[in-house]
Structure formats: C-alpha cells, structure tokens
C-alpha cells in the first residue's frame, strides 16, 4: 500500500537542494573560513596575518572553484573566506611594513646606540626621552 505525498513536498529533498543527498561535502571552505577568521584576528603577528591569511586564500579559491556548478556547497562561504583572508594578509603586510620602516629609522638607531651605551636606569630613561622627543619634531 503506498501513501500520497504531502501536497508541495518534493519526493526526493535532493531535488530542492543542489548537492544535497549527494553525499559532498565542501570541507575546505569551512576550513578556509576558519582560517580566514584567525587570520583578521592574529593579523598583527607574521604566522597569524601572513601564512593563516594565505591557507585561507588559497583553501577558498580551491573551495569556490569546487562549489562551481552546485557540485558541492558553501560557494559563498569559500568567496568570503578568500577575501578576509586577503585581508588578513594585507593588514599583517602592512604592519610589518611600519615595523621595518621604524627599525630602519635613523631616531631609532641613535636610540638602540644610546641604550647600549647606557649604563644605568636613568641614563636608559634618558634615552627613551630622547628618542620620544625625535619622533614628536
């Protein structure tokens, strides 16, 4: 005996929804996005910002091309895993930037110089006046 469907059910759920039913899943653009999101929050560190941020992208390139065609799912998911992971690239790249330009400046050369010839606290302290007063002008 067989029973009539529910009126507006489909009788396969894998007919409403591309990829479901399938058995495929899209694991690396849930991994890409986790990535992704530790790369926008550890970007001031070179591990966190630049090779998080650059697993991030290329897992959601890979992800996005593997979701073309609803063959598995989470396309959008692996798009903004990919952008934020840019974006944790370029902040950290950034950061690092300004970093080298202030180790490479010459106010901080003559206070590294001026620490290492210091002796005691107060002439330590004096240095970092110093070096505080050349940044300010």
């Not at 894998?14 to 899209?26: D, F, L, V, W």
């Not at 890409?32 to 929050?41: D, G, P, Q, T």
């Not at 998080?52 to 073309?68: E, H, N, S, T």
Request: charged share 20%.
């Amino acid at each position: 005996m067989t029973y009539p469907e529910h009126p507006g059910t489909p009788a396969d759920a894998a007919q409403t929804h591309p990829g479901a039913g399938t058995g495929r899943s899209n694991g690396l653009a849930v991994a890409a996005l986790v990535l992704a999101i530790l790369a926008v929050l550890l970007f001031w560190t070179v591990v966190g910002g630049v090779v998080l941020g650059l697993l991030a992208l290329i897992f959601g390139i890979i992800g996005a091309r593997r979701a073309r065609g609803d063959r598995v799912p989470h396309r959008k998911m692996s798009i903004v895993a990919a952008v934020l992971g840019t974006l944790g690239v370029i902040a950290s790249v950034v950061i690092i930037a300004i970093g080298a330009s202030i180790l490479n400046s010459d106010e901080f050369k003559d206070f590294d110089d001026c620490v290492q010839h210091a002796d005691t606290q107060s002439e330590r302290d004096a240095c970092a006046n110093d070096f505080e007063e050349d940044i300010n002008n």
